[in-house]
């Protein structure tokens, strides 16, 4: 893959900052779409790169689920020295990453987007079980999956253990979140149960939370027809908690 096209953004706007984490096997370009309109809005937005990602599954091999939290939150306390507020945001595996964040650090409010509690296909949960016998599994997905071209087409089964294990973490976690918290997923979603929305939200002990459905909506909520939607919705919760003057933000 080409590392330049994956390289996270770092883009200075206002006091409130916004951590955007991408998912699983993929780069920052999950989020650009989002990234670009909360800066737009006036925010301080910082991509991660997760490690082992952008470049080869083979070197996504190499890291697991601590060490992609581990460069989380260390994106987050460079956000934080820079602004006074920050909001963790990530999408699909990404928004698993933000909920184990904003259990660790403090931030202002929660965003998932696409979070798997169920992940499809549920070949998936068999990996414990396959990793004895197989190194990488194919990846390849059928065209209504919709996938972009930046995504893996392998992944080593290591790393859906990694997965299942980072799932696993979260559920313990989320009723100790108590930060607004907004969540989104689509009906449509091939790629994670759709009811693994109504997991986090009914499982987060937070007084301030939405949940927020994209009928018809698939699993790339930030590239597909509801891109707009979704990205609006995304920076009028932030905005509503953060005195609502986004130029200002």
């Excluded at 930030?222 to 509503?240: E, K, M, P, T, Y």
Aim: aromatic content about 8%; hydrophobic content about 45%; overall charge positive.
């Amino acid at each position: 893959m080409h590392k330049a096209i994956c390289a996270p953004l770092f883009l200075r706007g206002g006091s409130t900052g916004c951590l955007l984490i991408h998912g699983f096997t993929s780069c920052p370009l999950d989020v650009r779409p989002l990234t670009r309109h909360l800066h737009s809005c006036g925010y301080t937005v910082r991509e991660v790169l997760l490690p082992g990602h952008g470049t080869s599954c083979e070197d996504m091999a190499k890291y697991g689920w601590r060490d992609w939290l581990a460069a989380v939150e260390s994106e987050l306390t460079l956000l934080r020295a820079q602004c006074a507020r920050v909001w963790v945001v990530g999408f699909s595996m990404g928004g698993l990453l933000a909920a184990m964040a904003a259990s660790r650090q403090p931030v202002q409010g929660l965003v998932c987007l696409a979070a798997p509690i169920w992940p499809l296909p549920r070949f998936i949960w068999l990996a414990g079980l396959l990793r004895h016998f197989r190194r990488y599994v194919d990846m390849g997905q059928p065209r209504q999956f919709r996938f972009p071209s930046w995504r893996y087409q392998r992944v080593a089964v290591k790393n859906i253990v990694d997965l299942l294990q980072l799932i696993r973490a979260v559920r313990r976690v989320l009723p100790a979140l108590r930060v607004p918290a907004l969540v989104v997923q689509g009906s449509a979603d091939r790629t994670v149960e759709p009811r693994s929305a109504d997991y986090i939200f009914a499982h987060l002990s937070a007084a301030d939370k939405e949940l927020f459905v994209v009928e018809g909506g698939g699993h790339m909520l930030l590239l597909g027809d509801a891109s707009a939607l979704v990205c609006n919705r995304v920076a009028h919760f932030i905005s509503c908690r953060t005195g609502g003057n986004v130029e200002n933000a």
